[in-house]
């Protein structure tokens, strides 16, 4: 009915041009003589434009269900990013460091530069820096060490945490608070009206209705910010992602509020406005333990894997006027929970930016181990092996030490924010259903004990067994730290496989390259050889001419 009535309110121009040429269009190019004479991507892009406007007449519709409905706001807290320091890039850090002078306008002689030194030397296994805060010129924070620097646009203030991983690896996270001004960045691209437009793709034509667009808006609403507080850290303390690491990408993580509904919950009814900005259930999102009311989704997929979401409903987090933890932060208000959030989620942001950092070593090291196979000429061979000595005398200053501490049992990580699986964590349904269960429920399933009586079929009665004991869901620091430690190995036994590869090709190289040059000395050999004789021939004919003489033959 709503698109009959869509249908009733076009322009009668529009309809005309629908009725005499689109549709006409349409269906010649559906016919038998059509299909069989009419190029597939001509015909094809006919359709699609034929078609635009039906589809077009659903517009109105899902504009009214993917709006952010009135008197819910979606508000841009802060924006954490993250940078790690390999041995290479420590530099990087260091100068920044001292740039800024950070530490050293409390009065103390020792700088932040100083202690990154003293954890980098070896006689600390770890350690972690409060960077203070970061202001505009002329702000400065009272009680606080702060460094007052240029700041992004749309930033009021921000503050930094630096925490040596290990003797090897520094990460450093800075969370930028978007200013009150401009908290509400996603409420233009989230209520505006789309109408439904055609993109052309490698095999044709696709429509993209109001819901992927408002979508895609408020995205790149969010990039954009994020490409603005990447740039400042990539400006001031550069590290292995500045460097190009990850296409230049930096690990993230946004920190949204609601005022009405709660982010990642399902709701009684499918809300389309909630997919549309990326708080529906979701099977990615990890609940806090310690700030109930927080929700954080960490996505798995390669395109999102880097930017993560933490969101929650004003009012349902740290907001009880009696903690008094919560008061020594500032109380139940913005900046108060904002400096709590800060400094308890360094740490799991600094696992997914060690996590990120392996990631995209491997994928370096993939990509130059996938290079030996591309040979085409010996020449081009010698060439590629000088690039590939170079790649691996990289690897071997970054990715081992690396990757060997991080595989290390000895190597340990503490946990500060508590994230469990959320009911709708894909973690979650796999306890409650485990795979081969056939959807039975966990006290009605008999255990290995009587599983294998009852094959043996002994006569004695089988005791009664409860139901087993509950263990608790794996936090994400824990998930973290197993995945950060598989991926090290990963990447160790992926880095060694190289570089014996590279080894051996380099050895089979030098031998080609043996034989061929001695291929080469022999025929010059005889080139030279055969110029002699034929330079000699004229002595030769004197000598032989002079023997016959003297015989008087």
Known sequence: ME???????????????????????????LSRWGRRLVPRRLRHALVSFAGLNEIRALDAGRNREGRLPDGEEISVEAIWISEAYPPSYLDGLIDGLDALR?????GSRETAAHYVRLYRSGAHAGGSVNLGFFTRRGQGVFGADYVETDLPPRVGRASGWLENVTPSLSVVTIQFEVAVGDRALLDRPLRTEYQTRLRRFRHGWLYVNPDNQR??????????????????VRRHFPGAFAAGLQDGDYPS?????????????????????????GLDASHEAWNSEDWPGLYLRVPERDGERLQWWLAGRQGDFLSDARDKLQAAYGGATRAGWLNRVHDEMSMTLMLHATESLLTGMHA???????????????????RRLDA?????????????????????????????????????????????????????????RPSIGQRARSLLRRPRPVPTIGPPKAEPSPTLT???????????????????????????????????????????VLVLTLVFGAIAVIAAMPSIAEVVRFVIQSLGL
């Open 253 to 277: 993580c946004v920190f949204l509020t609601t005022r009405q509904v709660v982010p990642f919950a399902r709701p009684a009814q499918f809300t389309e406005w909630l997919w549309t900005a």
């Open 478 to 520: 824990k998930h973290q730290a197993d995945s950060i430690r598989h991926r090290a190995e990963l990447l160790l036994d992926a880095e060694r496989q190289h570089r014996d590869a590279l080894a051996t090709v380099s050895t089979l190289l030098a031998a080609s390259e043996a034989v061929r040059l001695d291929r080469r």
């Open 364 to 382: 370096a090291v993939s990509r130059s181990r996938d290079s030996m196979g591309a040979t085409a000429t010996p020449e081009w061979d010698i």
């Open 102 to 106: 950070v530490g050293g306008h409390s």
């Open 388 to 444: 590939l000595r170079t790649d691996v005398t990289a690897f071997v200053r970054d990715v081992e030490p690396v990757a060997s501490d991080l595989s290390s049992k000895h190597w340990r990580t503490h946990e500060r924010a508590t994230f469990r699986p959320g009911p709708e964590h894909i973690l979650t349904l796999i306890r409650q259903d485990p795979p081969g269960s056939g959807g039975v429920p966990q006290e009605a």
């Open 215 to 232: 979508k895609e808006a408020m995205q790149a609403a969010i990039s954009e910010l994020t490409h603005e507080c990447a740039s400042w």
């Open 3 to 29: 698109a009959q009535a869509d249908e009733l309110k076009k322009d009668p121009r529009q309809r005309l041009l629908d009725r005499v040429v689109w549709m006409p269009l349409q269906r010649a190019a």
